[in-house]
């Protein structure tokens, strides 16, 4: 199965909502205006870290910048072009390099790679009366296994991907770039990228595609605001080769999650999530009993748009 990190902490926060957006390709009718802004400055940023070319940048994100792409109060075509030029005003000369740079400089780079195997539960899939399941009963096993060791089904390939900005060398270490915009940068703002599924991914996924050591990221953070200035930090987070083997652990173990649900056509809902830091984008679907109620709100309210983490939207 693939999964990248969209796909995977969307399941680990609610199963219910990953079967709507993922298995079903039901989305939002509207688009974010901070999405669609942070798509366009990781055009200009990626631009600009291939060719030190602000011209060229700013042309980039002219060129990303779709007719009808939704704006608010600040987030407009022309706030974005100013922050593009206030960072290149901030960091004129990097203490980095690009690997690969000058020819074929690392940024905005796809990946997909096995990462090891899953399956769940493995053996017969009987009883739901309470005793349980029968079969071996395992749920994690060995990443290089080809069959279940203790029954001997055969394990399904986990393939990860998703695309990272940028790899750099920086005192004589290698770390992943990672540009993140925002509107919340308060003191506590880097806490939530350690520890963090995406950057985990994006550190194990360019180690892997480059041969390298890679030993953590470089969170280059651009903080856009509707009043104030615009504010840029960076911070940079490690890790060992311990945070690598637990998060493929989780990987493992949510892919087999995914696979037991979809083994059962039943998906939980978590409703802790529904209205955490706001609404979920389905609250108005799962607040609805029956699902004839609910196939009616998707049908009205959402579209069909295929999750392909290729494409980048942020």
């Known amino acids: 199965m693939k999964i990248d990190n969209f796909a995977l902490t969307m399941h680990q926060t609610c ?6 957006r993922i298995r079903q390709e039901w989305a939002s009718r509207g688009k974010s205006a901070a999405l669609g802004m942070g798509g366009a400055l990781h055009s200009g940023l990626a631009v600009w870290y291939r060719t030190h070319d602000l011209g060229q940048a700013l042309l980039a994100i002219g060129e990303a910048w779709k ?21 290149a005003k901030t960091y004129p000369n990097e203490s980095f390099q690009v690997v690969g740079a000058p020819d074929n400089p690392m940024i905005e780079v796809p990946f997909t790679i096995e990462m090891g195997r899953c399956i769940p539960f493995c053996g017969d899939w009987l009883a739901r009366d309470g005793t349980g399941y029968q079969g071996c009963g395992v749920i994690q ?14 394990l399904e390939p986990i393939e990860y991907g998703g695309i990272f900005d940028g790899l750099i060398e920086f005192s004589h270490q290698v770390f ?19 520890p963090n599924n995406q ?6 996924g360019a180690g892997q595609l480059s041969g390298k050591k890679v030993v953590g990221a470089m969170v280059n953070a651009i903080g856009i605001y509707k009043a104030g200035a615009t504010k840029f930090n960076r911070e940079i987070t ?6 690598i083997a637990e998060w493929k652990q989780n990987v493992q173990t949510t892919c087999a999650e995914i696979k037991f649900h979809e083994r059962h056509g039943f998906w939980p809902l978590r409703t802790m999530a529904c209205t955490l ?15 004839v109620e609910r196939e009616k709100r998707l049908e009205n309210d959402f579209v069909k748009d295929n999750w392909d983490y290729e494409l980048r939207e942020a």
């Open 15 to 20: 199963p219910a909502k990953y079967d709507l």
């Open 67 to 87: 007719d009808d792409q939704p704006v608010d109060d600040f987030r407009t075509k022309e706030k974005c072009i100013t922050t593009m030029i206030e960072y």
């Open 141 to 154: 096993h060995g990443f290089e296994n080809e069959v279940c060791e203790k029954c001997g089904c055969p």
């Open 176 to 194: 992943i770039l990672e540009h993140k915009s925002t509107s919340v940068m308060g003191a506590s703002y880097f806490n939530q990228f350690k």
């Open 199 to 204: 950057v985990c991914g994006y550190i194990w």
């Open 238 to 243: 490690s890790r060992g080769d311990g945070a």
């Open 277 to 291: 830091y706001g609404l979920c984008e389905f609250h108005s679907v799962h607040v609805l009993e029956h699902q």
